[in-house]
């Protein structure tokens, strides 16, 4: 029973435009959100996050976005550039410390020059 | 910067060996956890470690053990391999009680079971 979900496995768009990866959890008890991006033949590196008590966080050409009523998330990218092109990971967190994060399965950005 | 390594980056295993997967943080995290990544099924978590000699199963421990002797080296366990076990494996750590709960990864060892 996935926690965390990521429904598009895929996403394409072009250099220079906007993209908009999409995040569901079911779990109420999540309260901290993190994006990590992977590169193949690379780990996971952590890009940003945003707690439960705020809606919007952003760093740079990433914001995310977090719309607790509908447990929805989402990260912007603007604008795209090729070096984005990655696989994008949500984690969520239900307390700080000891719990593991929870994982989407990951949605693979591809940015088209 | 916190630095994670992984012994081995490249691996190729035949069936029913032991393999012995290194993992060492340099940042003195409490917390240490082992993923494999799979197409299209994401980083699913095999094991993880809150201190020194304590072990927590995941969400697939089955085939795996774990050992953690000191606070900054993990170690993943396939005692008898098996070709479904051909995978991406990544280590991260954390710090405990970090409200932030930012795991770090990691490069990955690719393993290969023949």
């Known amino acids: 029973d996935q926690q965390v979900k990521q429904n598009s496995p895929s996403l394409s768009v072009q250099e220079g435009r906007i993209s908009i990866l999409n995040c569901d959890y079911t779990?109420?008890?999540?309260?901290?959100f993190l994006w990590y991006k992977k590169y193949p033949a690379e780990g996971p590196t952590f890009l940003i996050s945003i707690s439960s008590i705020k809606d919007k966080n952003e760093d740079g050409r990433f914001t995310v976005f977090l719309n607790k009523s509908a447990k929805h998330l989402s990260l912007h990218i603007v604008p795209s550039q090729p070096g984005d092109s990655a696989v994008y990971f949500c984690a969520a967190s239900g307390m700080s410390g000891n719990t593991p994060l929870v994982f989407g399965k990951g949605t693979r950005l591809s940015v088209i020059a | 910067d916190v630095k994670v390594t992984q012994s081995s980056r490249y691996l190729v295993k035949r069936t029913g060996e032991k393999v012995f997967l290194e993992c060492v943080q340099d940042?003195?995290?409490?917390?240490m956890f082992w993923y494999r990544q799979d197409p299209g099924l994401g980083l699913r978590l095999i094991y993880f470690s809150y201190d020194v000699k304590m072990k927590e199963k995941g969400d697939i421990p089955e085939g795996y053990s774990v050992s953690r002797e000191k606070k900054e080296r993990f170690s993943l366990i396939l005692e008898s391999a098996s070709t479904n076990q051909t995978s991406m494996y990544l280590c991260?750590?954390?710090?405990?009680?970090?409200?932030?709960?930012?795991?770090?990864f990691g490069p990955g060892t690719r393993l290969t079971v023949l």
């Open positions: 779990n109420s008890m999540f309260d901290y």
């Open positions: 991260a750590s954390s710090l405990q009680a970090s409200r932030k709960d930012e795991q770090f």
């Open positions: 940042m003195d995290h409490e917390n």
